[in-house]
């Protein structure tokens, strides 16, 4: 916890100065610390990505970007000291309610980042795709060493341009920076908000409710919830008074959310929405530069991991590199994907109709069962507000964009945590144009969420018993006094493996192969013996390297019979 706490203050440092230089150099001025810090992240997203193309995201380049900051530091520190004294100032101005809840929720933010992760996705492929970054950068074909490795999420580039994995190994943590980012800003107030306004910023703790549990993992879920949910508060001020500093960052980050997950790409039809609204005034077309920055990025990518351009939208887009994913494995990719957000296997879903996947979808057993159905009602009440004169039109147009949001969810891939970067904010509004909340009840609200949030992230017992999947049944007591200096490994699984050779490639294979996807924190290259057999048999494919070294990267070879 200790060791989290440093490291947050570290990120602070950092990101303040590249903040400021970002914003200098756009020719904006950023008033709000808080945006400040999110366009410092959204700076190292961009170099970052543009940094691994050549090289790993470690050791020169921890250095370059602590010196990048420290030089910006020094140009701009009278506009640091200032934004310093702004966050002091607003944190003093807090009342002594909020103050206690800001305490609380670093605390226990920083517990529940320092506890053993809880996504089954972060020993299939979180830590791994990070650990390439950091060692060898982007590796051609990694795609084809294991299919998972082919996302590489813009937010899994940011993770490993900041953990500092040359210095300490334990940190992957932005998750929980960005929730601590969200709980703060959602604190604070603006003079200038409406009611509306003012408790739909106080409705962001709602997350801490469902991201306490998750935020010991590296997954982008948490950034991209906190981001958009602030995205949206942003358009709602921006739908009433232009401001193109706001609309600036508005489309930063927007596109920094895409960035990190690809789903999440009809949230540019709200960036679009307020340029066609103001048009008139402002005919100025220069931002769209930043979506066009973030499109390469993205393709840049895929291109060189996968051979696909828009990976996982593959749709028969081929570039016949040596690389290339072969569209069976991408098409079995998305297979499993669609199969889990229904609750049936991959095999059993090509064989049942529309009728069939609905009522699996929705009598799903388990906690995600009963979140289906509270996604449903939330559904039908964004359905009925459409149609309700009182609501208006900026509220209304983000109910359409999530409604769309849903439709393309229900076509590609229903999972219930897809759905909640749009549903809360959808909902939140929902409920707030629904019941007048007095100061005391919305208060008494954010207490309770943050409570509940951080009992369900320490009982391990109660977590248990709100999955049906037996990956996530933890089987272990969690002690605070074990994580109050630092935090737990990255992975929950003992890193015993053994060397396999095959086609002159050597990998490291678990030897708790119970997990086909399972790689956890073993060294490069790491995948498990059973799925290298599984895609023998399958698809007829063997793994082999590009040339003599892994970071040259890796191909499929059909095998003759």
Not at 8 to 31: D, E, M, N, R
Not at 503 to 527: I, K, M, R
Not at 536 to 550: A, F, M, P, V
Request: charged content about 15%; aromatic content about 16%.
């Amino acid at each position: 916890m200790i060791i989290i706490l440093l490291y947050f203050f570290l990120l602070i440092i950092i990101l303040f100065p590249l903040g400021i230089g970002t914003s200098k150099l756009l020719s904006i001025k950023v008033k709000l610390p808080l945006d400040i810090v999110l366009l410092g992240l959204v700076t190292i997203t961009i170099f970052s990505s543009l940094w691994m193309f050549f090289l790993p995201l470690a050791g020169l380049w921890s250095f370059s970007l602590i010196f990048l900051s420290t030089v910006v530091f020094f140009y701009n520190r009278a506009e640091v000291y200032e934004q310093l004294k702004i966050s002091k100032n607003n944190i003093l101005k807090l009342s002594f309610l909020n103050k206690l809840t800001l305490l609380f929720t670093l605390l226990a933010i920083v517990y529940c980042t320092s506890l053993p992760a809880y996504v089954i996705d972060n020993e299939s492929y979180y830590i791994q795709t990070i650990k390439w970054l950091d060692k060898y950068g982007l590796v051609k074909g990694l795609a084809n060493l294991h299919v998972y490795l082919a996302q590489q999420s813009g937010f899994h580039i940011l993770e490993a341009a900041l953990n500092f994995d040359s210095v300490y190994d334990r940190f992957n943590d932005l998750s929980a920076f960005y929730l601590l980012i969200g709980v703060v800003w959602s604190l604070e107030s603006d003079i200038n908000d409406n009611h509306i306004l003012k408790y739909y910023r106080k409705g962001l703790v709602v997350l801490s409710l469902i991201c306490f549990t998750f935020i010991s993992a590296p997954s982008p879920d948490t950034a991209v919830y906190v981001l958009t949910y602030i995205l949206i508060y942003k358009f709602l001020k921006l739908w009433h008074h232009w401001d193109e500093k706001e609309f600036i960052i508005l489309t930063f980050f927007c596109c920094q959310i895409i960035y990190f997950k690809v789903i999440m790409v009809l949230l540019f039809i709200l960036v679009i929405m307020i340029w066609l609204k103001y048009y008139q005034v402002k005919k100025n077309v220069s931002w769209m530069l930043v979506g066009l920055l973030f499109l390469s990025l993205f393709i840049g990518k895929n291109l060189v991991v996968t051979g696909l351009p828009l990976f996982p939208l593959d749709y028969g887009i081929v570039t016949e590199t040596v690389w290339e994913l072969p569209l069976s494995v991408s098409n079995f990719y998305n297979g499993i994907t669609k199969a889990q957000a229904f609750g049936v296997s991959p095999k059993v879903i090509t064989e049942m109709n529309a009728f069939e996947l609905s009522q699996s979808w929705f009598f799903h057993s388990g906690l995600e069962g009963l979140l289906n159905k509270i996604l449903l009602m939330s559904i039908l009440i964004s359905f009925i507000f459409l149609f309700t004169k009182k609501v208006k039109p900026a509220i209304k147009c983000v109910l359409i964009v999530f409604l769309f949001h849903v439709v393309v969810l229900f076509v590609t891939s229903p999972q219930f945590r897809f759905f909640i970067p749009l549903l809360v904010p959808s909902a939140v509004l929902s409920g707030l144009l629904m019941f007048k909340l007095s100061h005391k009840t919305v208060n008494f609200l954010i207490l309770t969420f943050l409570f509940v949030g951080l009992i369900i992230a320490t009982f391990t017992g109660l977590q248990n018993r709100l999955t049906d999947n037996d990956l996530m049944i933890r089987n272990y007591n969690l002690h605070a006094l074990n994580f109050l200096i630092q935090p737990a490994p990255k992975s929950i699984y003992p890193n015993d493996f053994k060397k396999v050779t095959k086609n002159e490639l050597q990998y490291h294979s678990p030897l708790n192969n119970s997990f086909l996807y399972g790689t956890y924190d073993l060294p490069l290259p790491a995948v498990n013996e059973r799925y290298v057999e599984f895609m023998e048999n399958k698809y007829q494919i063997s793994i082999q390297k590009l040339g003599d070294s892994i970071s040259e990267g890796f191909k499929y070879v059909k095998i003759k019979n």
